[in-house]
């Protein structure tokens, strides 16, 4: 069998690579670098920082009859692509349908960030291949990913220095492609942790939840 091409997004960053996905995830609860500007933290913050919401959400996306509330069957079939793309594996541990558990009950602003996230990839898609995400080959959508990961924030990283007056960055913030793939890759993060396979990889009992999470020596990719 082919060995997969595994997309450097989850374990490496810009400036490093070799990242944690514990530092990955603890960095999406600490709402560090907000994806779209003009939010205060990721939604999916919220939802992992409650295990009943969180519970209720995994539930949902188990049951035997569960069928999409909130995505129609192209957005749902990109969010399975972007999910199988980004964290390998995270389809059958069911990411897909947490995202849209979550979506269904989420705000307006919420689901309009993650719609408009998502319109960018697919329009990224249309300009450089012409054809939907999710009509990509696996190296397609490897390319376009990998190019949106590599790409600029909106918002440069600012970090206020304590004695000094604080300031507006000087360039107000706009949207750009990263910025998207950072808020869907988020949500598919938040998502993957959130199920019982991603719970086991990050040494999850069943039993009870961490106040933090423990370091995992899995470094490399799940599609290799």
Not at 146 to 157: F, H, L, S, V
Request: charged letters at 20%; one cysteine or more.
């Amino acid at each position: 069998m082919q060995k997969k091409r595994r997309l450097p997004v989850l374990n490496e960053t810009s400036e490093a690579a070799g990242i944690g996905r514990r530092q990955v995830l603890q960095g999406l609860l600490a709402g560090v670098g907000a994806a779209i500007p003009g939010t205060a933290a990721h939604p999916m913050r919220h939802y992992l920082a409650s295990p009943a919401t969180t519970q209720a959400a995994a539930a949902k996306a188990r049951a035997a009859d569960w069928s999409a509330e909130f995505l129609d069957a192209h957005q749902l079939a990109t969010v399975q692509a972007l999910c199988e793309r980004i964290v390998p594996g995270s389809l059958a541990a069911q990411s897909d349908r947490f995202v849209d558990s979550v979506l269904a009950v989420d705000s307006k602003e919420h689901r309009q960030g993650f719609l408009s996230a998502l319109g960018a990839i697919e329009g990224e898609s249309m300009r450089r291949f012409g054809k939907p995400f999710k009509s990509l080959s696996e190296g397609e959508q490897v390319e376009l990913l990998t190019a949106a990961a590599g790409g600029e924030r909106g918002q440069p990283d600012w970090i206020w220095t304590p004695g000094t007056a604080v300031q507006r960055p000087e360039h107000p913030a706009r949207t750009t492609l990263r910025d998207h793939f950072d808020h869907l890759k988020d949500w598919i993060v938040g998502a993957y942790y959130s199920s019982e396979a991603g719970l086991k990889e990050l040494g999850s009992t069943g039993q009870v939840f961490f106040a933090s999470f423990p370091d995992c020596d899995h470094e490399g990719g799940h599609s290799d």
